[in-house]
């Protein structure tokens, strides 16, 4: 949960701070935390997003389309907010079996 905090606050997709410079180069090599690079990023990718999410807003959803590299599935669900995905009484009908197709499909057991 602190390290979600963390990158709502500094508004990047980065690793968690450790809290200080030392602490971060300890465990980074560098001062400040890594960023992480959506482009950069090859693995099969499904994107669930939705319409009341406040957590992740239409802006942060068009900067992962432009630019993850290998989307394989999108599903969007326009009543649904950010927790709905886990909590809503309806996810195992809408989200939970497109889920499991995509896994099963790019890493079958």
């Known amino acids: 949960m602190v390290h979600f905090m963390q990158c709502g606050r500094s508004n990047q997709f980065q690793a968690y701070n450790y809290g200080s410079p030392e602490k971060n180069q300890l465990y980074y090599n560098q001062t400040t935390p890594p960023l992480y690079s959506i482009r950069s990023m090859k693995v099969p990718t499904a994107l669930f997003w939705a319409g009341e999410d406040w957590l992740a807003d239409p802006v942060d ?3 992962v389309f432009d630019n993850i ?9 326009p009543n649904y907010n950010h927790f709905d995905f886990v909590w809503a009484i309806t996810a195992n009908k809408i989200i939970y079996q497109d889920l499991i197709n995509v896994m099963q499909k790019y890493h079958p057991v």
């Open 69 to 77: 590299q290998n989307l394989v599935y999108e599903k969007y669900v």
């Open 61 to 63: 959803a068009t900067y």
